[in-house]
T-cell receptor
């Protein structure tokens, strides 16, 4: 079965640079979620989109922005990167008919030097 | 506020022994509950979920969990541990069909 696809899988950036993470949800899933997992931490919710509209917002820094496109894929844009942004970034998707269950992608590991 | 508490950040069991990972939740409304597993350097895989149907939920890899409303618990069990079960396990709650709130995780170690 098709799963959530995230790209790139690994990313190395310098401080103050920008990064763009991409997420392709499971086919026919219309809701996308972004989570950040710091080293040794549990995943923390950042932001979610339903039908291209932001549906909920968590602890996402103002330096980050995200959007969902007409094909339901989503991009997380991160600017002025800081060392503390180094983390595993997960995207998850769900079907609006069964939104309680989220399926996670493999994650993008971001390292900021 | 909704929350999830996992008792024990590390649990060690012998191969073939019973696995019990504890999870308690706090919610003002009936919750949806999940267990996810994360293998080293891997993503989050859904093990099982409770969505207000049967209170005993069976998942993949021989795991199961029982929702006990009176105890606000959703403990994860497996009758016989296998070396391949070594991983981080996260209990999670979804209250409003939106964001998932995770517990701090329990790292399961399997002793030969």
């Amino acid at each position: 079965a098709a799963g959530v696809i995230q790209s790139p899988r690994h990313l190395i950036k310098e401080k103050r640079e920008t990064a763009t993470l991409k997420c392709y949800p499971i086919p026919r899933h219309d809701t996308v979620y972004w989570y950040q997992q710091g080293p040794g931490q549990d995943p923390q919710f950042l932001i979610s989109f339903y039908e291209k509209m932001q549906s909920d917002k968590g602890s996402i820094p103002d330096r980050f922005s995200a959007q969902q496109f007409s094909d339901y894929h989503s991009e997380l844009n991160m600017s002025s990167l800081e060392l503390g942004d180094s983390a595993l970034y997960f995207c998850a998707s769900s079907d609006s008919r069964s939104r309680e269950t989220q399926y996670f992608g493999p994650g993008t590991r971001l390292l900021v030097l | 506020a909704q929350s999830v508490t996992q008792l024990g950040s590390h649990v060690s069991v012998s191969e073939g022994a019973l696995v019990l990972l504890r999870c308690n939740y706090s919610s003002s409304v009936p919750p949806y509950l999940f267990w996810y597993v994360q293998y080293p350097n891997k993503g989050l895989q859904l093990l099982l979920k409770y969505t207000s149907a049967a209170t005993l939920v069976k998942g993949i890899n021989g795991f199961e969990a029982e929702f006990k409303k009176s105890e606000t618990s959703f403990h994860l069990t497996k009758p016989s541990a296998h070396m391949s079960d070594a991983a981080e396990y996260f209990c999670a709650v979804n209250i409003r069909d939106d964001k998932i709130i995770f517990g701090k995780g329990t790292r399961l170690h399997i002793l030969p």
